[in-house]
Nanobody, 118 residues
Framework: VQLVESGGGLVQPGGSLGLSCVTS????????MGWYRQAPGKEREMVAT???????DYADSVRGRFTISRGNALNTVHLQMNGRKAEDTAVYFC?????????????WGQGTQVTVAS
């Protein structure tokens, strides 16, 4: 299973940017997909997650500014980021997790850099 993120780049403060995560090699729907980020010198943190039933959860720091959604294709997920702030600068990772046939799984993408600067 491979997760590939896209859409990172440079955005000005207050601007908008969208990220996408596409999965290959999976034949079942992941229980949970999400976005995490890691800023320089900081630990990786959850940004947003979405379950198979479309239940969403957001970090307090992004709630109201970011929106996570599942794509039409199997196991794709998007993150729309509005009102960007300098503290949103980080490498953003896509993650999938859950249980399948009694086995727990967790997959990560390689990450995409997002930089907020004027």
């Amino acid at each position: 299973v491979q997760l590939v993120e896209s859409g990172g780049g440079l955005v000005q403060p207050g601007g908008s940017l969208g990220l996408s995560c596409v999965t290959s090699g999976s034949k079942f729907m992941f229980d949970v997909m999400g976005w995490y980020r890691q800023a320089p010198g900081k630990e990786r943190e959850m940004v947003a997650t979405i379950t198979r039933g479309a239940n969403r959860d957001y970090a307090d720091s992004v709630r109201g500014r970011f929106t996570i959604s599942r794509g039409n294709a199997l196991n794709t997920v998007h993150l729309q980021m509005n009102g960007r702030k300098a503290e949103d600068t980080a490498v953003y990772f896509c993650k999938s997790s859950g249980t399948y046939a009694k086995y727990q799984y967790e997959y990560w993408g390689q990450g995409t850099q997002v930089t907020v600067a004027s």
